[in-house]
C-alpha cells in the first residue's frame, strides 16, 4: 500500500471564484454538508455555505453562496419552497421517510380517494405542525436527530407553518411486503421550516393509517428553480473549461429573492457607509443596487427620530465604491 508524503504533489488550488450565488441540484446520497465541501474545492474558497438544508434522500435545489453572498443566506433561508414528493400510505417509518425502519404497517386498503382529497385539504393553508424527530432543531442544545440516534425519546413542540399548495397528481396502490400501500405523486409550496416528511406522516395518521416520503425533490427555493440548476459533474466541467467556477453575481442573485431599488450614486455611497437613506415604501427588506448594478445593501424601512427612512439591515459594497 502506497501512503502519503510530504513530497507527494497536491493539486493546484483553484482560482478564487467570484462572490456570488450557485443553485445546485444536489444528488441523491450527498448531504448538504457534502455538497458545500466539493464547491469549497471547486470555488477555491472555504467561505461557502448553504441555504436550506436537504436530507440525504433528497434532490434537486441547494442554493449555495460563494464568499459575500454567503451573507444572504440567512434571507433566502427564509423564502418559500416548492417539492416534488410521493408520500407512501399504509407504512410509518422512524424517521418519516424511506431511510428510516418501518414502525407501523397497517396498510392502507381501506383508504379512499375522498378520504385523501378531504385530508389533503386539511393540511393545506395554515397549520401546526410538529416537526419530525430526526430534524437539525436543537434540543437543550442537541440537534434532535443526534438524541434520537442515540435511541432517546424526542418531543417537539408545533409551530406555525404554512401550506401554499398541497396538490396529488397522481395515486397508485400496490404491495410492500404484503402490506397493501396508496402511493401518492404530491406537489407542494411550504414556507420556510416546514417539513414534507411530517406532511406525510400526519397524511397518513389524519387517514387512520400511517405515511412516510418514499421521493422528495426540492424544484423551487425562492425565485431559485431546478431549471437553473446545474449539477456538480456540471459545475466541474465548466469550471476546469473556464479556468474559474462561473456564479451568479450579487445583483441578479438578489433580484431572484427581494425588491430591488435603484439607488443614486450618492445614496450607494452613503449606504456603503452604513448611512440611512430615503424610504423604500415597501414592505419587508430590499435589495439597493448601484447606478453601475452592483448590489449595495439590504433595506428595510424603519421610523427614526419621527422620521420614515430606509435603514441597511446588510452592507455589502464596501465605503466609496
Do not use: C, N
Not at 442515540?150 to 410492500?176: C, M, N, Q, S, Y
Not at 402490506?179 to 387517514?207: F, K, M, N, Q, W
Not at 425562492?222 to 476546469?240: F, P, S, V
Request: glycine fraction near 10%.
Amino acid at each position: 500500500m502506497t501512503t502519503a508524503t510530504s513530497d507527494t504533489p497536491r493539486p493546484p488550488r483553484r482560482p478564487t471564484a467570484p462572490d456570488g450565488l450557485l443553485v445546485v441540484d444536489k444528488p441523491a446520497g450527498w448531504t448538504s454538508h457534502d455538497v458545500v465541501g466539493r464547491v469549497r474545492r471547486l470555488a477555491g474558497t472555504r467561505r461557502v455555505g448553504h441555504a436550506g438544508t436537504l436530507d440525504p434522500m433528497a434532490t434537486g435545489v441547494l442554493v449555495v453562496g460563494v464568499g459575500r453572498a454567503t451573507r444572504l443566506l440567512t434571507y433566502v433561508v427564509g423564502a418559500d419552497k416548492a417539492y416534488d414528493a410521493t408520500v407512501r400510505l399504509g407504512v410509518g417509518t422512524t424517521t418519516d421517510d424511506a431511510e428510516g425502519e418501518a414502525t407501523a404497517r397497517p396498510g392502507a386498503a381501506g383508504v379512499t380517494d375522498d378520504a385523501v382529497r378531504r385530508a389533503v385539504a386539511d393540511l393545506t393553508g395554515d397549520i401546526l405542525q410538529v416537526p419530525t424527530a430526526v430534524s437539525a432543531i436543537k434540543v437543550d442544545g442537541r440537534r434532535a436527530y443526534a438524541r434520537v440516534r442515540a435511541g432517546e425519546e424526542v418531543e417537539l413542540a408545533a409551530r406555525p407553518v404554512t401550506v401554499h399548495r398541497f396538490e396529488v397528481l397522481a395515486a397508485r396502490r400496490g404491495d410492500a411486503d404484503g402490506i397493501p400501500v396508496l402511493d401518492l405523486d404530491v406537489e407542494v409550496v411550504v414556507s420556510s421550516g416546514t417539513y414534507v416528511r411530517a406532511l406525510a406522516r400526519d397524511l397518513g395518521a389524519a387517514l387512520g393509517t400511517a405515511g412516510h416520503l418514499t421521493a422528495l425533490r426540492r424544484t423551487r427555493v425562492g425565485g431559485h428553480a431546478l431549471a437553473a440548476a446545474r449539477t456538480l459533474e456540471q459545475l466541474e466541467a465548466q469550471a476546469d473549461a473556464d479556468g474559474v467556477l462561473a456564479t451568479i453575481p450579487l445583483a441578479e442573485a438578489a433580484r431572484a429573492t427581494f425588491p430591488v431599488r435603484e439607488v443614486t450614486a450618492a445614496e450607494a455611497e452613503d449606504l456603503g457607509f452604513g448611512r440611512w437613506v430615503a424610504p423604500t415604501g415597501a414592505p419587508g427588506t430590499v435589495a439597493a443596487v448601484s447606478p453601475a448594478g452592483e448590489l449595495v445593501a439590504l433595506l428595510e424601512d424603519a421610523r427614526r427620530r419621527g422620521e420614515d427612512l430606509a435603514r441597511p439591515v446588510l452592507v455589502l459594497a464596501p465605503a466609496g465604491t
